[in-house]
């Protein structure tokens, strides 16, 4: 089981969960974070004063997807997610030793 974190433009969420819905991924934790990376925030002009706003608003998305389904699920979100620009977000993939479903108990890919 691999957990699939994606950090995207607010605006492009809608596409990524109709992209990942199509691929077949069945459910998605979604936040709201604010960082930056190389796109280093942009200068605004607040009253006559300029400052600059280093943190940019971004979505986080956390999946959870069998092996078999992580490379449809990463071009889903590297399609719908890309605009082009700097700024577009980074996907981050790591392995999970275990889920466990508390409902039921169930663990491994059936807790998925």
Not at 39 to 58: C, I, L, N, S
Not at 71 to 97: P, W, Y
Request: with cysteine.
């Amino acid at each position: 089981m691999k957990k699939l974190e994606a950090i995207i433009r607010h605006y492009k969420l809608e596409d990524v969960k109709t992209a990942l819905t199509e691929a077949g991924v069945q459910g998605m934790t979604v936040s709201e974070v604010r960082g930056f990376g190389r796109q280093r925030g942009h200068k605004e002009t607040y009253r006559g004063a300029e400052y600059t706003v280093d943190f940019m608003p971004k979505v986080k998305m956390d999946v959870i997807v069998a092996e078999d389904q992580l490379e449809t699920a990463v071009n889903a979100v590297c399609q719908s997610a890309r605009t082009g620009q700097v700024g577009d977000g980074k996907i981050f993939v790591s392995s999970l030793e275990q889920i466990i479903r508390i409902r039921t108990g169930e663990s491994g890919a059936e807790a998925i």
